[in-house]
């Protein structure tokens, strides 16, 4: 069983709906939880950083920890074309230490 | 802005041969990565440097190695490519200080051993 679980998709979705991406893990330790958008032939590019439990928003993204289910999510609300990438979860226990990622959902987002 | 460069974007080898990746970041990052990336298995590291002529193996060193002999430059050797060494190889380097563990990427290396 690998340490981070990730949906591999692809997750196709009209113009304007919300999207949710999700990572399970096993091990309890984590404590800083990264969302990763890697567009087609790029590099992955950090999206959004949350230390420990709860919700954090940046404009139309919204990161959630769940520890006790060790459960993450990333919602996309009114989600555009521009969207349509691969989405990594990373984790790791400080944060110093290295990342453990999941294998990434491919998103699609049509006009 | 910062800049993690990658020196080809694409490569096609023989089984075999030695091959050079090289990764060049402008940060002043003391942290470098390098990790390989294949459909479904996410990114899985292959080794990483703290600072200049240190390194540590990561998760998959097997066939690989590096070196560090300048802060902003970071390569990856495959001593005798195999076919199985066909993967995208992703650099990355970090800061030390701070609270975040943010990583930057390069655009990545798309190699073929054929």
């Known amino acids: 069983q690998k340490e981070v679980e990730q949906d591999p998709g692809p997750l196709s979705v009209p113009e304007g709906a919300i999207v949710s991406l999700n990572c399970t893990y096993s091990?309890?330790?984590?404590?800083?939880f990264m969302w990763y958008r890697q567009y087609s032939r790029k590099g992955p590019e950090l999206l959004m950083y949350t230390y420990s439990s709860g919700n954090k928003e940046d404009g139309r993204f919204t990161a959630q920890v769940d520890k006790s289910s060790k459960y993450i999510s990333l919602f996309i609300r009114d989600s555009q074309p521009s969207d349509s990438a691969t989405y990594l979860c990373a984790m790791s226990v400080n944060a110093g230490n290295m990342l453990t990622f999941g294998g990434g959902t491919r998103l699609m987002v049509k006009p | 802005d910062v800049k993690v460069t990658q020196s080809s974007r694409y490569l096609v080898k023989r089984t075999g041969e030695k091959v050079f990746l090289e990764c060049v970041q402008d940060?002043?990052?003391?942290?470098m990565f390098w990790y390989r990336q294949d459909p479904g298995l996410g990114l899985r590291l292959i080794y990483f440097?703290?600072?200049?002529?240190?390194?540590e193996k990561g998760d998959i060193p097997e066939g690989y190695s590096v070196s560090r002999e300048k802060k902003e430059r970071f390569s990856l050797i495959l001593e005798s490519a195999s076919t199985n060494q066909t993967s995208m190889y992703l650099c990355a380097s970090r800061k030390t200080s701070g609270y975040y563990n943010e990583q930057f990427f390069g655009p990545g290396t798309r190699l073929t051993v054929l």
């Open positions: 940060m002043d990052h003391e942290n």
């Open positions: 091990n309890s330790a984590f404590q800083y």
């Open positions: 440097s703290y600072d200049v002529k240190m390194k």
